[in-house]
């Protein structure tokens, strides 16, 4: 009896070591979620207010369901720019999924040393007017200069560059948002 109980107490650690594994074998872990989940983008809204005093134009690109949904984007452009013409530019990013909506463009400021703007023009010149801490562009504030009469073209990508953002497009990381908005430019 005195042996048997001498064989126990040498087990007893390989024994709570295999009890204890059995227990923790059978919960479940919850997997961790990612620091920074990609952001659910509905609306692009870009409000341009002419440094002439003339009228403010609004390109709005709107997606109901939000990027993988079965509903098509909605386009929308108020007007027309005028050639020669300087806009202060502002974008404005909504979730409209959520109720009431929530501001993506909060987001993308609050982070703003993971986020860039990519813009890529046709007779539309853009320039930053916004940067990050690190003295890198952000692209949420912008200054357009309308080229010459006719057509133009403006694509938007937000890309999300967490730990590598360098102020070049298209650069790494993944794009939030990508939408194109076809333009005239009139005299």
Known sequence: MTHTFICLRR????MLMLFSGLLLSGCKSEDPKPVNEE????TVEVTLVPDDGGATVTLKFF???GEFGSIAPVTTISGPLKA???YAGAITLLNETLEPAESVSDEVAEEADAHLFCYTTSNVEVAYADEDANGLPIGL????TAGAVGNAQVEIVLRHQPGTKNGKCPGTGETDVQVTFPLQVVE
């Not at 952001?39 to 509905?42: A, H, L, P, Q, Y």
């Open 63 to 65: 997606d109901e369901d």
């Open 84 to 86: 020669g013409t300087i």
């Open 141 to 144: 504030l912008t200054t357009w």
């Open 39 to 42: 952001e659910v983008i509905t």
């Open 11 to 14: 087990q007893w650690p390989a």
